[in-house]
């Protein structure tokens, strides 16, 4: 596995299952994409602009999602719940982290 890390966010690349992953989050706001090759290759490129890098992230398939702010209730949303099974080692990488985000949702 390969990994890139920025301002506000994380990349993944599997070579067994050639899947590019990207996560970001920021003050309770996290959210899980797929991305392509193309935008993996792309974040970090230009020095610090974590704006740039956000917005490439948000332009992948949204996987899951989670915000906890106080301008809104809290909330968890799991969109591609069948996408995750598939791929046990995306699966396992992220598994911590999603429980972690569902608890803090859930205030366990």
């Known amino acids: 596995m390969q990994f890139k890390e920025g301002l506000g966010w994380k990349a993944c690349y599997d070579e067994e299952r050639n899947l590019y992953t990207a996560e970001r989050s920021w003050r309770g706001y996290y959210q899980l994409c797929e991305i392509d090759k193309a935008t993996y290759d792309a974040l970090g490129a230009e020095p610090i602009d974590g704006e ?3 917005k490439l992230i948000a332009s992948g ?3 899951f999602e ?3 702010h106080y301008y809104t209730s809290p909330y968890c949303i ?4 069948i996408h995750l099974l ?3 080692s995306f699966f396992m990488f992220f598994f ?4 972690s985000k569902l608890a803090n949702c859930w205030q366990l």
């Open 86 to 88: 598939d791929n046990i």
């Open 61 to 63: 398939r949204c996987l």
């Open 52 to 54: 740039r890098d956000v």
């Open 66 to 68: 989670a915000n906890d």
């Open 96 to 99: 911590f982290v999603i429980l």
């Open 78 to 81: 799991v969109k591609d719940d």
